[in-house]
């Protein structure tokens, strides 16, 4: 008799605990919001990435999004990773950009280009970052 009536007990304990814990898993709990912060944060990463947010300082971003702008030459510190070879040089001329000084000690360049050209440096693999000069 006591067996059932601990069983009992035991039973109408875990039915209202299955169906919170069911209920409940829709519901934001802080560890849930933290993934769901962290993955957008990961998007928005991306996204800047993509638009080469994350080579660019955010003026010559603003600059390089303006349509009215694109042509517009601008004077920007380029800061690489490695050596800037051959190929950078060839990126430079086919948009009429021009390389106006070296810093050899900072593996860096100032140079002069027109906005439009701003992304497709970002996206450059031997670049650090390009802000305004």
């Known amino acids: 008799m006591k067996y059932s009536q601990h069983f009992l007990a035991i039973k109408r304990l875990t039915y209202p605990l299955l169906l919170i814990a069911l209920l409940s898993n829709g519901l934001p709990t802080p560890a ?6 962290q993955s957008s944060g990961i998007e928005h990463r991306e996204a800047r990435a993509k638009d080469g947010g994350d080579k660019v300082s955010p003026e010559l971003l603003k600059v390089a999004r303006n349509k009215r702008k694109h042509n517009d030459r601008m004077k920007v510190i380029v800061q690489f990773e490695g050596k800037a070879g051959a190929a950078f040089d ?44």
Do not use: W
Not at 115 to 130: D, I, M, P, Q
């Open 32 to 37: 849930r919001a933290f993934a769901r912060e």
């Open 90 to 133: 060839l990126f430079l001329q086919s948009y009429g950009a021009r390389t106006t000084r070296q810093f050899s000690k900072l593996n860096a360049r100032a140079v002069e280009l027109p906005a439009r050209a701003l992304k497709a440096l970002a996206a450059r693999g031997e670049l650090s970052f390009v802000s305004p000069d």
